[in-house]
């Protein structure tokens, strides 16, 4: 549940992602990254801060689904940082495929606050740790989930679940790594066995 600040970093990661190659790790790429303050942050604090939740993120994708970030589409760059927030974060996961998911498929398209609290509770009933949360904290993480899932054009400013339209060439990635992620993006073709 540490995803309490910023967004979903497209700029971020690709900026990363392409020193990452250069730097040929992640952490050289880290290195790289404040060195040359590619973010522009005054304080340093906020550079590492941000740096470590991006390279977090990415290190969650596959070689191919980098270069797809570097190379892609602007469309395709928005699905695959939205893909890795939600392998970085299983309560991401678990709210896009569970609770956006099934609601684009059963017609209702709209997701609240209310929403997202009632699924937090719902799981804090199965992770105690959830319930220790702050009244404060479960609002911030509900804000910047909002605001991720509009950055990738999940929801829209109206808070309405989109469809995902997602390429063939990165349908075809999330299928060969684990087709069941076709559920982190809503209205995604289901692969039958």
Same mark, same amino acid.
């Given at each position: 549940?540490?995803?309490?600040?910023?967004?979903?970093?497209? #700029?971020?990661?690709?900026?990363?992602?392409?020193?990452?190659?250069?730097?040929?790790? /992640?952490?050289?790429?880290?290195?790289?990254?404040?060195?040359? #303050?590619?973010? *522009?942050?005054?304080?340093?604090? %906020?550079?590492?801060?941000?740096?470590?939740?991006?390279?977090?993120?990415?290190?969650?994708?596959?070689?191919?689904?980098?270069?797809?970030?570097?190379?892609? *589409?602007?469309?395709?760059?928005?699905?695959?940082? /939205? $893909?890795?927030?939600?392998?970085?974060?299983?309560?991401?996961?678990?709210?896009?495929? !569970?609770?956006?998911?099934?609601?684009?498929? %059963?017609?209702?398209?709209?997701?609240?606050?209310?929403?997202?609290?009632?699924?937090?509770?719902?799981?804090?009933? /199965?992770?105690?740790?959830? !319930?220790?949360?702050?009244?404060?904290? &479960?609002?911030?993480?509900?804000?910047?989930?909002?605001?991720?899932?509009?950055?990738?054009?999940?929801?829209?400013?109206?808070?309405?679940?989109?469809?995902? &339209? $997602?390429?063939?060439?990165?349908?075809?990635?999330?299928? !060969?790594?684990?087709?069941?992620?076709?559920?982190?993006?809503?209205?995604?073709? $289901?692969?039958?066995?």
């Amino acid at each position: 549940m540490a995803f309490s600040t910023g967004g979903l970093f497209v #700029n971020e990661c690709i900026a990363i992602t392409t020193i990452f190659q250069e730097a040929g790790s /992640w952490n050289g790429a880290a290195d790289l990254a404040r060195a040359r #303050n590619i973010f *522009g942050f005054r304080k340093e604090a %906020s550079a590492v801060r941000t740096t470590r939740e991006v390279v977090k993120r990415l290190q969650k994708l596959s070689l191919p689904e980098l270069e797809l970030l570097i190379d892609g *589409g602007r469309q395709e760059q928005t699905a695959v940082c /939205w $893909l890795a927030v939600c392998r970085t974060y299983r309560f991401i996961r678990e709210f896009a495929a !569970e609770l956006l998911f099934e609601r684009y498929l %059963s017609g209702r398209l709209v997701i609240s606050y209310d929403d997202f609290d009632v699924f937090l509770d719902r799981k804090a009933e /199965w992770h105690p740790e959830l !319930e220790k949360l702050t009244s404060s904290t &479960s609002k911030k993480l509900r804000q910047v989930l909002f605001r991720m899932m509009r950055e990738a054009r999940v929801t829209t400013a109206e808070d309405h679940i989109l469809a995902a &339209s $997602l390429t063939l060439r990165l349908e075809k990635l999330i299928i !060969e790594i684990d087709p069941t992620e076709l559920r982190l993006f809503p209205g995604a073709r $289901l692969q039958t066995a």
